[in-house]
Nanobody, 125 residues
Framework: QVQLVESGGGVVQSGGSLILSCKAS????????MGWFRQTPGKEREFVGA????????YSGDSVKGRFTVSRDNAKNTVYLFMITLYPEDTAVYFC??????????????????WGQGTQVTVSS
């Protein structure tokens, strides 16, 4: 049974930073591309960043480029989202997803096969 468990969310002041983690189990982790998305009520999931199975290729969404970075540690079955210079508009539930296409790293949420339950990030002004 595949499980993805996000952690690290919370409340942070504008300009602050957070590190989110997503630990995977039940799959061969390095066979999967991993992505981070975020969602606010009434809106579709927005691509934040992704990395391929080996971790050598990473992408960041346009709205977070230069502020958010995705990284993975295959020995720990964990993918991270490093977030700096947070703004109130970054407030959302953040989800990690696993894409069985190892070279995937897709910006399209429909390409992901498994999802975590999400972790809330709230940025206060």
């Amino acid at each position: 049974q595949v499980q993805l468990v996000e952690s690290g969310g919370g409340v942070v002041q504008s300009g602050g930073s957070l590190i989110l983690s997503c630990k995977a189990s039940g799959l061969k982790f390095d066979d999967y591309a991993m992505g981070w998305f975020r969602q606010t009520p009434g809106k579709e999931r927005e691509f934040v960043g992704a990395t391929n199975g080996g971790g050598g290729i990473t992408y960041s969404g346009d709205s977070v480029k230069g502020r958010f970075t995705v990284s993975r540690d295959n020995a720990k079955n964990t993918v991270y989202l490093f977030m700096i210079t947070l703004y109130p508009e970054d407030t959302a539930v953040y989800f990690c997803g696993a894409d069985r296409r190892r070279g995937g790293a897709s910006i399209d949420a429909r390409q992901y096969d498994y999802w975590g339950q999400g972790t809330q990030v709230t940025v206060s002004s």
